[in-house]
């Protein structure tokens, strides 16, 4: 949530909370009921999506994806080294062509395609792999690259799956602002016509200055 939205529901939650400790002072006015029961639906769902925006933060997926992927990247450079190395003494010049690529190349573009070439290396390192005895390629060397693919295949996709929740929960609540901010218009005209409290009434609208409020005529400038 931006800090507009954190101080509107801030001031939302202490409105609701005047009314809390007076029920007896408006509860029985049938107008108003209504309408403080869809500002206070309004406010638990906001809480509820400003939570799940915050549960759904891609900052640790991406942290970690790109850990895993620096970590492909060094295995398979290194694998890279000596299967050209067994390509150029073996004048295995398929192979050889198939697996000259500079750490920069080897890691440009998209993750898909760097990870592709990745899977490539590791295929010939483990099809080669009695020859490469020499080179000092050994099965476990093999094996860790092939186990940090397939573990990294899958992490762009959850991490898209949480991005598109996080959109999701962000794009529903300036939504409910604008719910709330209607049910509270409405509540403001009843509660300052309808209600003989004056203290209540006054303390009402003082809650209401908190973080928005700043008078009628001001607050007529800004949509609401």
Not at 41 to 63: D, F, H, I, R
Request: net charge positive.
């Amino acid at each position: 949530m931006t800090r507009r939205q954190l101080n509107l529901l801030e001031m939302y939650q202490a409105v609701l909370s005047h009314l809390d400790k007076f029920p007896a002072v408006w509860n029985q006015l049938a107008p108003i009921t209504p309408i403080v029961e869809s500002l206070r639906k309004t406010v638990a769902e906001m809480l509820a999506q400003s939570q799940l925006q915050a549960q759904y933060n891609p900052a640790g997926y991406t942290k970690r994806k790109d850990a895993y992927m620096f970590e492909i990247l060094e295995h398979a450079f290194q694998l890279s080294l000596k299967l050209r190395s067994y390509a150029k003494v073996s004048k295995d010049h398929v192979l050889q062509e198939a697996v000259d690529l500079p750490y920069t190349t080897l890691a440009k573009g998209a993750q898909q395609l760097v990870l592709q070439r990745c899977q490539r290396i590791a295929q010939h390192a483990r099809d080669h792999l009695p020859e490469l005895a020499a080179y000092q390629v050994m099965e476990e060397e093999v094996a860790k690259l092939e186990q940090l693919l397939s573990t990294t295949e899958p992490m762009t996709p959850a991490r898209n799956v949480i991005l598109g929740s996080r959109k999701t929960a962000t794009r529903n609540i300036p939504e409910l602002v604008v719910q709330a901010r209607k049910d509270l218009g409405t509540l403001d005209d009843l509660v300052e016509g309808l209600v003989n409290d004056v203290t209540f009434v006054s303390t009402y609208f003082n809650v209401r200055q908190v973080n928005e409020r700043v008078g009628r005529s001001a607050a007529a400038k800004e949509k609401k």
